[in-house]
């Protein structure tokens, strides 16, 4: 009996934490991560009042779940004419970032710092993970400062994006990396990468429609029904892990779901009638208040599991996390400035890309992606083996750990000092 109260304490303490990081960037613009990570680093490693290796096994299925929740959150904000006009923008840093912080991250660790120079993939993968923003943290503190609607919604989109990106290329990597240890290839095809992203992007993309049809009728049918939300969140998992089976994306098939879900009336008559748009637009308004409770609460113990699972005695490789940090930040920069001037920002081109440029916080994506790929294992000769080596994987989750915890404390800091400059873009 004692240790289910010394349980329940810990589980209440961990929400008080997440109540009060949520408190903080709602009203001081602090991403929660911060705190979540390093209070769940100091329930494991510093206290000892936790054994990491117990929640380590349970880790990928929270990640899955923080998913789910974060993805059709961010795609019920997405308006289909909103995105159209920032549409460019918005594409143009998502594509140009997440690529320039991937290769920047492969040559700062595979020549550089001859990172496993046995396989560069390791080098890419990593870059991968930590190559996109967190759409959380991002989209809920660039409407919170002063600065033009056009620039919140070009990197608020640009940060779901990089999200979408980062676990597709991830799991493409993983993929091949996989192949190497069953099969034996080590060949780096080009033309396989690209068939593997556009297969799972299709896929999901189809999946996605059709699944926000059916959510849309599911929700107009059972509308009286009391737990409504409880149906549509059984649902989206669902979607997610049969999208995962056959060989999709079930991030983009949940984000593609929300969009449809969201946008119906953009939809032609015979798909989504005038009845069904009011009322799934009424329901999914009764439902964010829920939905927004219970993404908090996902997020907060899978950011304190990120924080028990995480080994900061190294370091020399939290020196590598803390230049990787700063380096992915100065390389965004110049295609910050480019975006601030097709805004129409000429004249406070440069202010613009300071703002843009700090909005790089990494977060629940790369989070999950590292967690996911430490744990894969796969079946040789009848023998489960981990696909990626523990020491390795070891290394991949201290760096994206770091870069995510280093990355949020660069943008607290970034938006306290160009807050009084944002105001200027206004003008």
């Known amino acids: 009996m004692q240790q289910e109260v010394y349980g329940l304490f810990l589980a209440a303490a961990v929400i008080f934490v997440g109540f009060l990081g949520a408190f903080l960037l709602n009203r001081k613009n602090i991403p929660d991560a911060i705190f979540l990570i390093a209070f769940g680093y100091f ?18 299925y929270i990640g899955a779940l923080a998913l789910i929740a974060i993805m059709f959150e961010s795609s019920l904000d997405i308006d289909l004419n909103e995105l159209l006009i920032s549409a460019k923008p918005a594409l143009i840093m998502a594509v140009g970032g997440f690529f320039i ?23 890419i993968l990593v ?6 923003g967190s759409g959380a943290v991002i989209a809920s503190i660039a409407p919170r400062i002063s600065i033009p609607s056009s620039l919140q919604l070009t990197l608020s989109l640009e940060s779901v994006l990089t999200d979408v990106f980062v676990i597709v290329f991830t799991l493409t990597i993983f993929s091949i990396i996989q192949n190497q240890v069953v099969g034996g290839v080590s060949e780096i095809r080009i033309d396989q990468i690209a068939g ?15 699944g926000g049809i059916v959510l849309s009728n599911l929700i107009f049918r059972f509308k009286k029904e009391q737990h409504i939300y409880v149906m549509t969140f059984a649902y989206l998992i669902m979607l997610y892990a049969g999208a995962e089976f056959v060989g999709g994306s079930g991030a983009i ?20 009638g005038s009845n069904i748009v009011d009322v799934v637009r009424y329901q ?11 993404t908090l609460l996902i997020r907060v113990f899978f950011f304190v599991e990120v924080g028990l699972i995480l080994d900061l005695s190294d370091m020399y490789l939290l020196f590598v996390s803390l230049l990787l940090s700063i380096i992915l930040l100065v390389a965004r920069y110049p295609l910050a400035y480019y ?12 202010t613009a890309a300071s703002v843009a440029s700090v909005f ?4 629940l994506a790369a989070a999950v992606m590292a967690i996911l790929v430490s744990q894969g294992v796969a079946s040789v000769s009848g023998v489960e083996v981990p696909i990626i080596p523990p020491e390795i994987s070891s290394s991949i989750l201290t760096i994206a750990s770091a870069v995510i915890l280093f990355t949020n404390i660069i943008l607290t800091i970034g938006v306290v000092l160009l807050k009084e400059k944002a105001k200027d873009l206004l003008i």
Not at 43 to 60: E, I, K, N, T
Not at 345 to 350: C, L, N, P, Y
């Open 196 to 210: 593997q992203i556009a297969a799972r992007f299709s896929t999901s993309l189809v999946l996605g429609f059709i």
């Open 127 to 132: 870059g991968t993970i930590i190559g996109g």
């Open 284 to 294: 999914l308004f009764s439902m964010e208040s829920t939905h927004a409770e219970l």
């Open 101 to 123: 912080s991937t290769l920047v991250t492969f040559i700062l660790l595979y020549y550089v710092f001859n990172f496993y120079p046995d396989n560069p993939l390791y080098s």
């Open 43 to 60: 329930l494991g490693h510093y206290s000892g009042w936790l054994d990491p290796q117990q929640f380590s096994s349970v880790a990928g």
């Open 360 to 363: 790089y916080a990494r977060g």
């Open 339 to 350: 975006i601030s001037k097709g805004l129409g920002f000429r004249r406070k081109a440069g």
């Open 253 to 272: 098939t949940i984000l593609t779901t929300g969009i449809i879900v969201a946008n119906l009336a953009y939809l032609p008559q015979f798909m989504a």
